[in-house]
């Protein structure tokens, strides 16, 4: 890594060569983000985009979607018709504004229970070989399926097709796994995620036909039955209807994974938790903020003329916000290291800010506690049996995470 203020262009300022996609970089980043930290608060990338690290400056990009907007990566991913990908307020506030009861407090609360129900059921299997005295991957067992489970559940897919939409949900999570930029071409994790995106497609189109003559309470009788949903094409209702599917379900799996990571190398803190659940909603926020289910929100710039932190940016360049590293940011968290889960509570950006903000910040809370919940009465004294295994940067947290009773 190298650090200069040359100039290569009339601008000047603070530019590092960083590889985020390093396996020793994405298992242990903190050193590496610091040093984007030391260099500035906007500091080029020789790899071909713009990162800050900063707290203030990340909220000011993130407020002003008409200048910082979504072009790249997030169209690439979820289409140019999905909400996510919609910088003009109000075109993305009509088609969110969809949902906002599905994703509400009052609904996602409703929803606790059956959320309990689902976790209880898997880990039943966990129970019984933790106390057989095997050990078990409780990724693959409990972190990963149970999101996806539950967004398919509030799609109203049947329980028989629910296996396939978590088949389809993983394949398009893996999408980014060979981290960025992407080889759209060549990259056969984006091409099996591609393949995913068709096969959901085809399922969805029969499930729009059905559920205009079907209506119920689910996200999709909710889009088709809307009045915007009388005049979208049925590409743009696919699009709008797989983001919820594709953004919530890694995102989720890699918070449980961190939450089950930490809990399991921190005794002392399991404990406490175990003793006092009152502490469980300020213990998930802080595995958030410390460690957190994604590490960059990116945004392209739109126009010309727009300076940043003192220099004046391009159209079209990209702007990585490193939010794993703003939430250590020390302008903003006392003692950003160090984890304490009597933290005194303060927005962090784990679940983005301004427009593009987490529609599904509450469902994943509630997943999170009552998941750690189910976890702590039934299996209180688990430990971490092995290495724990990183996937990419952008989405960072573990995939594979081996639990023993303690
Ligand atoms: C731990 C879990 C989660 C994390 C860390 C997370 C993180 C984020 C972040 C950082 C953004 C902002 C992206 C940007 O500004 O470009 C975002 C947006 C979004 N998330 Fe989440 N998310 C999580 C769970 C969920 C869930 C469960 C759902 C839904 C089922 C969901 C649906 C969305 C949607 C639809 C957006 C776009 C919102 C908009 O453009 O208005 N997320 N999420």
Redesign the pocket.
């Known amino acids: 890594m190298t650090a200069t203020t040359e100039q290569s262009d009339a601008r000047a300022y603070p530019r590092l060569d960083i590889d985020f996609n390093t396996p020793e970089v994405i298992a242990d980043p903190w050193a590496v983000l610091e040093t984007v930290r030391a260099a500035g608060t906007l500091v080029w990338n020789e790899r071909g985009y713009w990162m800050t690290a900063d707290d203030r400056v990340s909220r000011q990009l ?1 407020s002003r979607p008409e200048y910082f907007g ?1 072009d790249g990566v ?1 169209v690439e991913f979820f289409g140019a018709d999905a ?2 990908s ?1 910088d003009e307020k109000r075109a ?1 506030n009509e088609l ?1 504004d969809v949902w906002v009861g599905n ?1 509400s407090r009052r609904a996602i609360a409703a929803l606790a229970r059956f959320v309990r129900t689902v976790a209880d059921d898997m880990l039943d299997t966990v129970e019984a070989e933790l106390k057989a005295g095997n050990r078990v991957e409780i990724m693959a067992a409990l972190c990963r399926p149970l ?1 996806a489970f539950v ?1 398919a559940h ?1 799609m109203g897919v049947s329980d028989d097709n629910i296996p396939l939409v978590i088949e389809w949900s993983d394949r398009m999570s893996e999408a980014a796994t060979s981290g960025f930029p992407i080889d759209y071409d060549n990259d056969p994790y984006w091409l099996a995620s591609e393949r995913a995106k068709r096969d959901l497609a085809a399922f969805l189109i029969e499930q729009f036909a059905y559920r205009r003559s079907n209506p119920g309470d689910d996200i999709i009788s909710r889009l088709v039955n809307s009045e915007i949903g009388e005049r979208l094409t049925e590409k743009a209702m696919v699009a709008n209807v797989r ?3 594709f ?3 890694e ?2 799996a ?2 449980l994974g961190h939450i089950l990571h930490i809990l399991g190398e921190r005794p002392e803190d399991r404990r406490a938790i175990v003793a006092d659940r009152a502490l469980l909603p300020g213990a998930i926020e802080e595995v ?1 903020r410390w460690q ?3 590490q960059v ?3 392209a710039v739109r126009q010309e003329g727009l300076v940043v932190e003192g220099v004046e940016l391009k159209p079209g360049e990209q702007i990585f916000m490193l ?1 794993g590293a703003a939430n250590r940011d020390p302008a903003r968290f006392d003692n950003p290291d160090v984890f304490d889960i009597r933290r005194e509570p303060k927005p962090h ?13 509450i ?2 809370r509630m ?2 506690q009552v998941v750690t919940s189910a976890v702590l009465d039934r299996i209180p004294d688990f430990r971490i049996a092995g290495p724990v295994k990183y996937g990419d940067f952008s989405l960072r947290g573990p995939t594979a995470v081996w639990l023993e009773r303690a």
């Open positions: 993130l979504q997030m909400f996510i919609i993305h969110r994703f999101p967004i509030m983001q919820l599917l953004a919530g379900n995102t989720t890699k918070w958030m957190g289910a994604t929100i990116i945004r939010n950006l784990g679940f983005g800010f301004g427009l593009h903000t987490c529609l599904g910040a469902l994943a997943e999170a």
